[in-house]
């Protein structure tokens, strides 16, 4: 079993920075990660994704405002949230692919509001 923890979400301002962080229990080397996010009375939607090469992939939502990074040595995966946007609001989910089994964190909580 592998357990994601998310942690680093919260209010801030429109304009704002926020950095969430994904630590999992287990080695990240080989898996493909991503963030995903959930607004109220809305279906989960891709944020970001980061293979284990290290290639990206974002919703045109968030491009250029948004960073997925990786840091291997610490098992954890980053999202840097720039400029953020009262319609950024929502569940921040980690999400891991290990083999063919989906893993998800238990999500937090991202408030753009001023």
């Known amino acids: 079993q592998v357990q994601l923890v998310e942690s680093g979400g919260g209010l801030v301002q429109p304009g704002g920075s926020l950095r969430l962080s994904c630590a999992l229990s287990r080695s990240i080397f080989s898996i493909y990660m991503g963030w995903y996010r959930q607004a109220p009375g809305t279906q989960r939607e891709l944020v970001a994704t980061i293979t284990s090469g290290g290639s990206t992939n974002y919703a045109d939502s968030v491009k250029g405002r948004f960073t997925i990074s990786r840091d291997n040595a610490k098992n954890t995966v980053y999202l840097q949230m720039n400029s953020l946007k009262p319609e950024d609001t929502a569940v921040y989910y980690c999400?891991?692919?290990?083999?063919?089994?989906?893993?998800w964190g238990q999500g937090t909580q991202v408030t753009v509001s001023s």
């Open positions: 999400n891991a692919y290990v083999g063919v089994v989906s893993y």
